[in-house]
């Protein structure tokens, strides 16, 4: 069975980690207007797309020894140009340029690490994210919009986007649309602007599955609940999410706190009847783990509902 998974960063690299222990055929497009840290340096001085989100995919989808992983994430500590960089950050930026395009530098890496699906970044050119806040004023560039903490109220881009045609034909032909966990405005929605994108997802017999966040992100989604997430995602998509994936499990007042007190987040409530009412199928489980001092997603439980979703639901 065939699943494309649209997003970016630390949710779509921590969703893979449990699909990837699945039989199934997996692709995963990832947002490419990251212009933070090593990713920002590589933009400007090379001309190219943020590279940062595929290098956390590409480790969660390899299948090679743990030592491979830290040398990808590495970063050099220096007082050179170098300070920051991530070393698979500069391995992509190289492949990309001796390959002429980042979605063949992806592959030949692909071979190397012996992936488990493949990975398409949603366009080949430099683009810049552009958001409408709720003050109406406007800001360019993912870090910017990320560390303003204004509230979105839109989100763009600031230049046309030519659509990479491998992720219209992987939707194309795929079972299962699965929205990814992670930054609801910044790292997924950026996959759903563009115009072609929405029309294959709109034409496709595909179901959309979104899976929510446990978490609010500042200026972002203050305040959203699970079923805010899911109107904000309809706005975009020219057909509505079919299910939604939401934690029931309790997560400790100590870790909550935590949240509140060190990233100004909040526990996003799991607000059955509101979902109800937008017509969205609820698959819910605990899917709380703080075993790495985090709060992340129970990857298997998370990916064996999904599995057993499949299962039942799509014919082969």
Do not use: W
């Not at 065939?2 to 449990?18: E, Q």
């Not at 001309?47 to 994430?73: C, F, H, W």
């Not at 992509?92 to 390959?99: K, V």
């Not at 509230?151 to 699965?178: M, Q």
């Amino acid at each position: 069975m065939k699943v494309v998974v649209l997003g970016g960063g630390t949710g779509s690299s921590t969703l893979l980690r449990g699909l990837k222990l699945f039989p199934l055929d997996i692709t995963a497009v990832i947002s490419v207007a990251d212009d933070g840290r090593s990713t920002g340096k590589l933009r400007k001085e090379f001309n190219t797309v943020g590279v940062g989100d595929i290098r956390q995919v590409i480790t969660a989808l390899s299948d090679t020894e743990p030592l491979m992983e830290k040398l990808m994430n590495y970063r050099f500590k220096t007082t050179s140009d170098l300070n920051g960089h991530a070393v698979g950050n500069l391995i992509l930026t190289a492949l990309a340029s001796m390959n002429g395009n980042l979605s063949t530098g992806i592959e030949s890496l692909s071979k190397v690490f012996n992936l488990k699906g493949k990975v398409l970044p949603l366009t080949e050119d430099y683009v810049t994210l552009k958001a409408k806040m709720k003050d109406n004023s406007v800001i360019e560039g993912e870090h910017n919009i990320t560390e303003s903490h204004k509230g979105i109220k839109s989100i763009s881009y600031k230049e046309k986007v030519k659509t990479n045609p491998l992720v219209i034909d992987a939707i194309k032909d795929t079972d299962l649309i699965i929205l990814s966990m992670g930054s609801l405005f910044t790292s997924l929605i950026p996959n759903l602007i563009p115009s072609d994108i929405k029309n294959a997802i709109k034409d496709s017999k595909a179901k959309i599955m979104y899976v929510c966040n446990m978490m609010t992100q500042p200026g972002e989604t203050d305040n959203f609940k699970a079923s805010d997430h899911i109107k904000v995602l309809n706005k975009y998509l020219k057909r509505n999410v079919d299910i939604v994936i939401v934690n029931d499990g309790d997560i400790k007042q100590e870790v909550i706190d935590k949240y509140k007190v060190e990233e100004q987040k909040d526990q996003v409530i799991f607000d059955k009847d509101n979902l109800k009412k937008l017509g969205v199928k609820i698959i819910h489980n605990n899917y709380v783990d703080t075993s790495t001092g985090m709060l992340r997603h129970k990857v298997d439980r998370l990916a064996l509902d999904i599995y057993g979703y499949m299962i039942d639901n799509i014919k082969k």
